[in-house]
Structure formats: C-alpha cells, structure tokens
C-alpha cells in the first residue's frame, strides 16, 4: 500500500531504465590483461555537443514529469481514478468557512477498482457527487451525500492518448442513468506539457452535454511548476456555457510537503461571455500520517457578484487519506 506522494517520487519504468543505462558500467576492454594500450581515438567535438543537448534535455524532461506527477499527486481532485494506473481509494473531509457565514462541512469518497482478469480494461467506479452543497454537522455531510457508480472501459492508452467510455448511475430519487466518453491528448510544446480532454456525455435526466479541459504545465526547476487550467461545459438544455480558469505556481518543499499559490475565477455565457466570481490563495498540504493521511489548509480570498465583489476571506481545512495497491 503507497500513496500518491510515494508515486510521486518514483520515475516511471522507462524513465528509470534510461537512467540504469546511463550508470552503466563500460564494458571491459580487450587489454585487460594489462597489455600496453598504444592506439589514439579521435573525438568529434560535434559528437559531444550533441550528447551534451541530449542529456541536457533528458534531464530536464525527467525533472518536468517528476515535478507534474508530484503536483497531481499532492493537489488533483482527480487522481484515483484519472492518471494513475491500479486501484485507488480517496476519502476525505474538510470543514470551510467564509467570513459572515456559519462553518460547514463537506465529505468525499473516490474509489477507483481495477477488475481482475481483464488486462485492466475494465475498472468500477465509485464517487461522491463532485457539488457545491455542504452541510452545517459533519454526521449530516457523510450521510446526505449522492453517489455515482460506473463500469469504465479503457479503449486505448498509450503515452499520447486515452480514451475510455463509462455507463453507471448517480444514485438518487429518481435514479439518473448516464454514458460518458472522454478522449485524452498529451503533448509536448516546447517546454509545455500539455494535457488536453474532451468529455460528451448523456444523462437521462439532464440530456446531452460536453466538457473540455486544457491544463498547461511548465516546470520552473526541480521545484517548481507553473500550471494554468482551463475548463468550459456545455449543457444541451441550458444552451450555454458554463466557463472558469486558474492558475498555481506549486513548491515541492519535501517529499511530505507542498504549496500552492493559486488564483482562478468563474463564469458563463448566459448572456454574454462573463466571468462573475474571483479568488486567489495558497495551499498548503502535508503528509501527517504513514505514507497516506494527509491535511490540508487553505487560505484564500473571493470576490463574488452576489456579494457586491466585497472582499470575502475564507479559510478551508482538509484531512484526507490516499489509499493505493498496484
């Protein structure tokens, strides 16, 4: 049993398999019986200034995923059951306070299962509806909480794509059936790593809809990433969209610690393209427990339309656990 912070720094198989090659030991020479070695080998200086480039630019890819995999490790609310390969198990609670407002409370549970004997093409899926209703008592947020179950199928995964398409339920009164395809794109521009998806789906009470997502990451060194996201849904009955973006800079302070200066806002397209809620603020979250309870504090400021854009604080607090077996 791992967490997503020990995935984090471990490279990948490839990865680590370049890296047992370049510590390689040389082979032994035909004169190791301590013949006189006489003959002279000219070096190309052009030879070496490319293997320089290469290693140069391995190294620095090396550092980008590493950095990227440890962000999505520590921050993505997606991470059981999106970009990490085995059975995963994400359960959480945290308490948020606004300003002028009462304390409430929010459970979540995340279960991604790999079923067995299928080349892990088949996976259940079990999640806690992903919205903006808490509860004042933290008993109430565990029991007044919706779930969704689906059976996804990995149609095809490789380093450039993923696609998958899941059918289940959200579970609730009446029962709301749905299908989802979503396609993946990674990419590579430049010093950008870019992850790009698309999700249609159709639910028998709500209809068709879309969603797209652009996240673009940029490491800054071995530390530091910079990433900007990118979101825009669209509900065929609403027949608009429903839009936001943000921002984070994310510090690997250790392999237990990280922060997160973040600023985003939100919006739609109701009647004109209009973004009318704002917030900026850090994140701070650290391993607390073995290798998979984490907490989580964060600090920030909104400014909302419904409040006249008045500067709002607001302080969250997370305490969560990350349970994984390959």
């Known amino acids: 049993m791992t967490s997503a912070s020990a995935l984090a720094l471990s490279p990948e198989p ?8 370049l510590i390689a030991p040389l082979p032994a020479t035909p004169f190791a019986d301590d013949t006189p070695y006489t003959s002279q080998t000219d070096i190309d200086p052009a030879l070496l200034d490319r293997s ?40 959480s609670l945290y308490t948020r306070r606004v300003l002028g407002d009462p304390v409430d409370y ?5 279960v991604k299962l790999v079923l067995p004997h299928t080349n892990e093409r088949l996976n259940l899926l079990l999640d806690s509806e992903d919205e903006d209703n808490r509860e004042a008592d933290p008993i109430e947020s565990v029991e007044n ?11 095809r995964e490789t380093d450039q794509w993923k696609t998958n398409v899941d059918a289940g339920i959200r579970w609730g009164v009446p029962p709301n059936p749905f299908i989802r395809f ?6 590579y521009l ?6 790009a998806t698309q999700t249609l789906f159709y639910f028998s009470l709500d209809g068709w809809g879309e969603e797209t997502r652009l996240q673009m990451d940029y490491p800054l060194n071995t530390e530091k990433l910079f990433r900007i996201n990118a979101k825009a849904g669209y509900l065929l009955n609403d027949e608009y969209f429903k839009l936001s973006y943000d921002a984070g ?29 704002y917030y900026a603020g850090v994140r701070y979250r650290r391993q607390v427990y073995s290798n998979w309870v984490f907490a989580e504090v964060a600090p920030e400021f909104i400014w909302d339309r419904d409040k006249n854009y008045d500067t709002t604080p607001v302080i969250m607090f997370r305490l969560e656990s990350v349970i994984a077996r390959d």
């Open 182 to 187: 979503r396609a993946r794109r990674y990419a």
């Open 14 to 21: 490839s990865l680590q398999g370049d890296r047992e090659q």
């Open 190 to 195: 430049s010093e950008w790593e870019l992850k």
């Open 145 to 155: 909480v919706n779930y969704t179950a689906a059976l996804r199928f990995i149609v």
């Open 52 to 91: 320089k480039d290469w290693l140069a630019g391995y190294l620095n890819r090396l550092s980008g995923n590493i950095d990227s995999f440890f962000v999505d490790s520590f921050f993505s609310e997606e991470i059981t059951d999106d970009d990490v390969k085995g059975s995963r198990a994400k359960l």
């Open 249 to 277: 800079l994310y510090h690997e302070l250790s392999s237990k610690a990280a922060l997160g200066f973040v600023a985003g806002a939100s919006g739609d397209t109701e009647v004109d393209a209009t973004f009318y809620s």
């Open 106 to 110: 929010k459970f979540g549970l995340s």
